[in-house]
């Protein structure tokens, strides 16, 4: 990289300077927006201890689910785990930490790190487990609990294009939880389907600005499905 140039053009370059026991916030739904590439790189370097930050933890043999194969996830701060079969066996096994997050107030999390916000309160989770140990108030007669804010050492981040400055574009559904977490980590790596030049992007359709993206690599993407269903023939 040179200048305001953050292109890097290896998986090793893109995730340079990941160590164990490091925090990894991680953009997706589901298996739709997820960096593929930057998964599977993660995969190979074979860095354990991790705390991963994500809705969810993909699916058996795809998307972060792959992380779960060498037990290289210490601790999933997630939303929903109903698609894992591996997530599942190591969480009763006590293999797998879990804190589950009411979705919301997940995205909350990341949106208030990149922010500068330590903490937030919301109603979700009150007079619930979610609540537990957590400090209470009320406003305006109704009952809040305080939810900290999440950073990471590494955001990873599934974008439509970028330019070579960093700036991003998702596309449809793919922007979910991406534009919060790319705001939340000390080191943001966004992959990309495609790379233009700086001006070639209308500024008003710019959904996170390259000022928040340290390296931008351009990968190619399976966009499994993650659920096929269809409709009975009469």
Known sequence: MAGFDKVVTSYADAMHGLEENMTIIAGGFGLCGIPEGLIAEIKRMGTKGLTVVSNNCGVDGFGLGVLLEDKQIKKMVSSYVGENALFEKQLLNGELEVELTPQGTLAEKMRAGGAGIPAFYTATGFGTPVGEGKESRQF???????EEAITGDF???KAWKADRYGNCIYRHTAMNFNPMAATAGKITVVEVEEIVEPGELEPSQIHTPGIYVDRVIQG????RIERLVTSKGA
């Open 140 to 146: 305006n007669g109704r009952d809040y609990i305080l």
């Open 155 to 157: 955001a990873i981040i």
């Open 220 to 223: 190619s993407f399976e966009k």
